[in-house]
């Protein structure tokens, strides 16, 4: 039935009422994996940081690492769960090229963590709360790349394999039902996801970063009638990993959903593929229940035992929480309300924290990372921070820009240079010559180029009108491509007509 065209959002909200169900997946920043002493790190050669247990080779022992164990009750203890005072490890029985143990160890029926609630805040300040069921702990799979045009499974000529990420520490974050969502299902989807990722960040458990897959989103979608109280067949969206693609996987979900359900179809419980370039999915296959993984609790592993001091103790370390904090920084920047709604809808609080933390101003901080850096990001069709612009390098170009040796155009010259790979923005300006031009010599002349070009407007200024010497400007900044240095530029046409500024 995906041949049935979407509905419109619209006629979809109006028709049916969305019930989600989010399951986001941290990857913790611990220094080794999940069962075994092999590193943790990202962007290594493949299949360079790896051992026997990652592999699965015959007699190996896993072993729990005892840090991501805390990480996962700070994690729950932020989430507002419970914890459980006993718990264990299951294996989750399937078959993936991807997981060489032919079953990921993982927890079902004793999580960690459980019978929680997070409260989000939306565009306009209204707070929706979304129930946790439970924080479990568990292990990544490996990553495949499928060779081919469209670097995706379907049409793939072969596919690598890199068993780095296997075995990497893993939280799920599984929510209970969200229902009387409405049309700000796809709204609640985002801020939600946004929110775990604060929570995670500001616990120093996960590096974070969506682009690289440290905070990744599966989406379940269904649709009833309203009033009806029974769901309909849900759809699960895999692995989103940026905040903008959840709102959007969600909102094409609904629509195509919509558009079956009416067309008198039914929907297929599966898996789907969000592509971002056309912001729609394609199916995957067919969703298991529990059932079909055959769990079964893991016999080389010991239960884990908390004590009610242990979590405590982990409950006192936990930072300011996410609301708090937001709270905190838009008084301290100064910034309106409607400004820091923005910042928030844009995911980029925690860069302009860094920035103004570096020694740039809120204002300069949101002033780049609102405006240039996300006209970029827009144009490359990436998040901001997918972009690898430091906190240094904007503080750098404001430096720049302070001290006089460029003006606003040429440091946004400068930056998308900086992206491009060309270096820190003091080698750019350097090695392309973009320092404004402030030489009296040179500015003089080409002042008076312009003048001689407009006599109109030189009379305009003698007679007393100074907004015209703007007029001037412009064709002098066309003579230095961009580098002149204005305010210099205005008095030297005020000097020339014998006038005081």
């Known amino acids: 039935m995906d041949a049935v065209e979407p509905l419109s959002f619209e006629e979809a909200i109006e028709t049916y009422e969305p019930v989600m169900g989010l399951e986001v997946h941290v990857e913790l920043n611990t220094a080794t994996k999940m069962f075994s002493s092999a590193p943790n790190a990202f962007g290594d050669e493949p299949n360079t940081n790896v051992n026997e247990v990652d592999l699965g080779m015959p007699g190996t022992l896993p072993a729990v690492n005892g840090k991501a164990v805390e990480s996962a009750?700070?994690?729950?203890?932020?989430?507002n769960c419970s914890i459980a005072e006993r718990c264990r490890f299951a294996r989750k029985q399937y078959f993936y090229p991807d997981t060489p143990k032919n079953w990921q160890t993982s927890q079902y029926d004793e999580p960690i963590a459980f019978d929680g609630h997070v409260d989000v805040e939306l565009d306009d300040g209204e707070k929706f709360r979304v129930e946790i069921e439970r924080?479990?702990?568990?292990?990544?799979a490996g990553k495949l790349t499928h060779a081919g045009a469209s670097g995706r499974i379907q049409g793939a000529d072969y596919s690598l394999v890199d068993y780095n990420r296997a075995g990497v520490p893993l939280i799920e974050i599984v929510t209970k039902p969200i229902t009387g969502a409405g049309r700000r299902a796809p709204e609640i989807a985002r801020a939600y996801v946004s929110t775990i990722r604060d929570i995670v960040k500001g616990l120093d458990i996960s590096d974070a970063r969506m682009e690289r897959g440290n905070v990744r989103c599966d989406a379940n979608v269904s649709l009833m009638r309203p009033g009806a109280g029974v769901f309909g067949t849900r759809s699960e969206t895999k692995n989103v990993n940026s905040i903008r693609a959840v709102e959007h996987a969600v909102t094409y979900e609904i629509r195509r959903h919509?558009?079956?359900?009416?067309?008198?179809?039914?929907?297929?419980?599966?898996?789907?593929?969000?592509?971002?370039?056309?912001?729609?999915?394609?199916?995957?296959r067919i969703k298991s229940d529990a059932d079909d993984y055959r769990y079964f609790p893991e016999p080389d592993l010991v239960p884990i035992v908390t004590t009610k001091e242990?979590?405590?103790s982990l409950r006192a370390e936990l930072p300011e929480p996410p609301a708090q904090r937001r709270r905190r920084l838009r008084e301290a920047w100064g910034y309106s309300e409607a400004e820091f709604r923005d910042v928030i809808a844009a995911g980029l609080l925690d860069q302009i924290e860094e920035t103004v933390s570096?020694?740039?101003?809120?204002?300069?901080a949101r002033k780049w990372w609102m405006g240039e850096i996300s006209r970029l990001a827009n144009a490359r069709e990436v998040e901001p921070a997918g972009l690898g612009v430091e906190s240094a390098t904007i503080v750098e170009l404001n430096e720049l820009?302070?001290?006089?040796?460029?003006?606003d155009k040429i440091a946004r010259q400068v930056l998308e240079h900086h992206v491009d790979g060309e270096g820190s923005p003091a080698d750019i300006v350097r090695n392309r010559g973009l320092e404004v031009v402030s030489d009296d010599g040179a500015l003089t002349?080409?002042?008076?180029?312009?003048?001689?070009?407009?006599?109109?407007?030189?009379?305009?200024?003698?007679?007393?009108?100074?907004k015209a010497i703007g007029a001037l400007i412009g064709p002098v900044m066309k003579e230095t491509r961009g580098q002149a240095d204005a305010g210099k530029v205005k008095q030297i046409v005020l000097e020339r007509l014998g006038r005081n500024s």
């Open 73 to 79: 009750i700070k994690l729950g203890l932020a989430l």
């Open 135 to 140: 924080a479990h702990m568990e292990e990544d």
């Open 258 to 284: 919509a558009g079956i359900l009416s067309a008198g179809g039914s929907i297929v419980q599966e898996t789907r593929h969000w592509k971002e370039d056309t912001r729609t999915t394609s199916s995957g």
């Open 310 to 312: 242990w979590v405590e």
């Open 358 to 364: 570096h020694g740039a101003s809120p204002a300069v």
């Open 401 to 407: 820009i302070q001290a006089g040796s460029i003006n």
């Open 445 to 466: 002349a080409a002042v008076e180029k312009a003048m001689a070009e407009n006599p109109d407007v030189v009379e305009k200024v003698k007679a007393g009108k100074l």
